[in-house]
């Protein structure tokens, strides 16, 4: 076989799996990125959200407790009310100035005067936004205590009737940033592992082509090709030798037709061993036709275990994404939880406050109650952790799903290949059957061929215009057995050249 069509072959083949595997990396990874912003984007928010209904449930707290003191006391007790590492509340008037300030040189001032690190009036801000809606959030940047640096930060605030009051909290927002860093981390580091797979699927896939399509170039091409050949030559030897005697016969026989009679019986032994060697021909066509029918019934069992196996892991995607629905359901459960768990903690925060307003008499009532509170705080963070947890398993469980609806993939492609396999197979059956025949009607014709030699020695009268005709065509029998030859030959030359080149690759 030509060495430069066997590259080519092979390097097709490697050429179309490196596009088929490029593509299938980009919609993985553009997918993954896809999915990665989505997520990052509601973890973000969930962030927000938490610290927003925290600051909320603080401010009723403290506004419900407010709310039982007279206007001194009140602002008092804002004034003095800590949670938290740097957690305080802060009281503004509808007015547009500060009633109530930790830094009590702030009271009074107007909040025009009150600006961030980027010169914004905010708290003026967070007073129009909560005199339209009577509550409202507000996200500017302010000094962190502690630090020499400012931080984002997020302030929530809520209009209580009483005394008109606007009561505010904030928390900052550095915590936020650092597990939205971490979150995109993960992300990037799955891009990083999705472009690694495909690179070594890439790279086994070339290696793999290259060798099977060697294997198949040599063993149903080059072999058969020098089989064939190798047979060529010994027919055209064969034909050769036999044309040279028929020629010698026909002289023979324009000379003496005593002597036809004795060429025609060789020429009717010859037959017979024509006939025998035919024979076996269609034994060994009539093997391959069986070979080749088991092989179908082989390929054909392969099928249906890859139905099989094709089955099985839908079954197993159905089972991994079942788990999927039951792990967010866990994460409704511990939400619920949470939201118990923070009212408790609101109950023992007002209970404590009532408890510091009864004096001696509710002393013990307000050990309780930080106890409680303690607790609660305790069932959060736990239920945090466990919801954490829960997510990784959802987490995980949606790479799995994705990595099964892979192997799905490829489980259809192969399935594909068989079923072409088969269609190959069949072609192959169908050959090998019409082979099968046509060596039949040989071996036939052979044996009518001896019926007529036999019936020629009763007619020796027309042998001899027979003979003159039979010269001729001896004559053009033998160029063609001279051009097999010399095509044979050339064709043993390209494959010992084509075996040569595979020996160096």
């Known amino acids: 076989m030509n060495s430069s069509l066997k590259v080519k072959i092979i390097g097709l083949m490697a050429l179309f799996m490196c596009c088929l595997v490029a593509v299938l990396s980009y919609v993985s990874v553009t997918s993954t990125l896809q999915r990665g912003e989505v997520r990052l984007r509601e973890y973000q928010d969930m962030l927000y959200k938490q610290k927003t209904d925290n600051m909320k449930n603080l401010v009723e707290a403290i506004s419900s407790t407010a709310s039982l003191m007279t206007e001194d006391e009140a602002k008092q007790f804002v004034r003095n009310a800590r949670y938290g590492i740097d957690g305080y509340f802060l009281v503004i008037n509808t007015n547009g100035s500060v009633a109530v ?187 391959t036709l069986q070979r080749t029918r088991q092989g179908v019934a082989e390929v054909e069992a392969l099928m249906e275990k890859m139905k099989e196996i094709y089955n099985d ?58 106890e409680i509170r303690r607790l609660a705080d305790s069932v959060m963070e736990s239920t945090k952790e466990i919801e954490t947890k829960s997510n990784e398993i959802v987490a995980a469980v949606s790479r799995q799903v994705v990595a099964s609806e892979k192997n799905t993939k490829g489980i259809e492609e192969g399935m594909a290949y068989s079923e072409r396999t088969v269609s190959i197979i069949y072609d192959i059956e169908n050959a090998a059957d019409q082979t099968t025949d046509a060596v039949q009607q040989i071996v036939l014709s052979i044996q009518q061929q001896q019926t007529a030699g036999e019936q020629v020695l009763t007619a020796l009268r027309q042998i001899k215009q027979g003979t003159n005709d039979n010269t001729t065509m001896i004559q053009q029998t033998k160029t063609i057995s001279k051009e097999l030859a010399n095509l044979a030959e050339e064709l043993e030359r390209v494959v010992e050249h084509g075996k040569k080149v595979a020996t160096a690759d």
């Open 101 to 287: 300030h930790i830094d009590q040189p702030l009271e009074g001032q107007s909040l025009t005067t009150i600006k961030d690190a980027d010169n914004q009036a905010f708290l003026l801000k967070l007073l129009e936004q909560c005199k339209e809606k009577g509550e409202g959030t507000i996200q500017y940047t302010w000094l962190k205590p502690g630090s020499s640096k400012t931080e984002p930060k997020l302030s929530y605030g809520k209009i209580i009737g009483k005394w008109n009051w606007l009561v505010v909290t904030g928390v900052y927002l550095d915590d936020v940033a650092a597990a939205v860093h971490k979150e995109e981390s993960d992300i990037q580091q799955e891009v990083w592992t999705t472009v690694q797979r495909y690179l070594l699927i890439a790279a086994f896939a070339l290696v793999l082509i290259i060798a099977v399509a060697g294997f198949f170039l040599n063993r149903y091409i080059t072999r058969p090709l020098t089989g064939a050949i190798t047979k060529v030559n010994t027919y055209a030897t064969k034909m050769d030798e036999t044309v040279t005697t028929q020629a010698s016969f026909s002289i023979e026989l324009s000379s003496s037709v005593s002597e036809i009679s004795a060429t025609m019986e060789e020429f009717s032994s010859s037959a017979i061993l024509i006939s025998n060697h035919s024979q076996g021909v269609a034994d060994s066509a009539a093997q």
């Open 313 to 370: 892991n839908q079954v197993n995607i159905q089972e991994i994404v079942a788990l999927g629905h039951k792990s967010k359901e866990v994460n409704k459960i511990m939400e619920f939880i949470n939201n118990i768990a923070s009212q408790t903690r609101l109950i023992a925060f007002n209970a404590a406050l009532e408890a510091a307003s009864a004096g001696e008499a509710g002393k013990r009532f307000g050990v309780v109650a930080l």
